[in-house]
């Protein structure tokens, strides 16, 4: 008789579940929430971390990759200055909400105090049996915000979410609400320590009513050895408009995932994502989005710069329900590998039950124009700056997109400072 056992723990399973003996007092909630966290604690351990073997997960091994947690934390966290200057800042230093205004507008809570009160409890749970994302946070989650804006109401300042991590663990939660013919536009920031790595996720809840127009932008600008793990997750009613953006600059392991649901009819679904990487990083965007009614549209555009020894991934799966008629879906990934020792791998997939669509997908993989960068050398222009004005122009084009200058032009300095430093 074959009987099959489940291996040991890794180091790093092993210490995730130590984490939550020695945080178990400190974690808020009330019993409900208590029961929540112990469940998803105990399918993590059942199920360990996934592995090739579990599709979503093919190219992101992360039994192997997430091989240790790291240290304390050192207690240099602090806030900074905005992305753009003027405002509004939502601090979160080291995981903890801290005191913060907010536009006229918008209420806003700390989600410590949903895990006190036992409202978070419902929230607490897995997405599927493979959502090693909800159960590490769901686990761990110790505050965050909720963000609402009433019907009607447009918030006119930019809003940044700021988490400043320096080692350690964070874990946390952004649940937002737009109501009606709202309007906003709002940063998630993630900031590291160079010299204090630290593992961190983050699960983001989005709800956009009726026409309601928001661009929420993630800019990940982690320290080179930090680890998260994150996840978006947002339904669209009826001629809603949500134009994400995922700027990552940053991390040793990254997963970012996206899952969006397209429910109400008229809504429009725009993602930009710009990874730049280097080192030996490891960065996964993967994306599944559900056209589940008819007259909807998309649009993704997914570009990577890979250096040195980093490795990316992008997965993006579009969904069409058969009563999904009308659909135009695209979606495109572009990809500059500058070195023999990066690797890139792209798995675009189309699932589509309607017959009145127009629906497709494509990647590329290519180095920089030869004759380009020639064209500029010839100029005058060094080849090290010719080659920084060639993934600019690839980069920058995206973000360009954004309707306000001033993020423009600090999200182009957040990449152009990138590319001085891995230049």
Known sequence: MNIQTKPPHTVAE???LDSYAQ???QLPGDAPVTAARDKLLGAFSAAGLPTRRIESWHYTDLR?????????????????????RGSVVLPLIQGQSAEASTPEGMDLTPFIDLLASGEAAKMLVARDADDLVGRLNGTFVADGYRLTVA?????KELVEI??????????NRFDASFGAKSSATVIERHLGDEAHPGLSTAITTLELGDGAEVTWIILQDCGVEDQRLAQLNTRLGAGATLKVYVVNVGGKLVR???NVDVAGEGAHFDLRCVNLLAGDSHTD??????????NTTSKEIVRTVVLDRARGVFQGQIRVAQIAQKTDAQMSCNTLLLSDGGEFAAKPELEIFADDVICGHGAT????NHDHLFYLMARGVTEKSARALLINGFVDELIEELENEELIEALETHIAQWLIDHG
């Open 14 to 16: 092993q210490g995730i």
């Open 64 to 84: 192997n990759l997430l091989r240790a947690l790291p240290g304390a934390a050192s207690g240099a966290a602090q806030r900074t200055d905005p992305v753009v």
């Open 162 to 171: 700021q988490s400043v991590q320096s080692g350690g663990q964070v874990h």
């Open 285 to 294: 965007i993967t994306l599944t989005l559900d056209h589940n009614v008819p």
């Open 151 to 155: 019907a009607d109401q447009a918030i």
């Open 365 to 368: 993989v290519i180095d920089i």
């Open 256 to 258: 970012q995932e996206l």
């Open 23 to 25: 945080m178990m007092g």
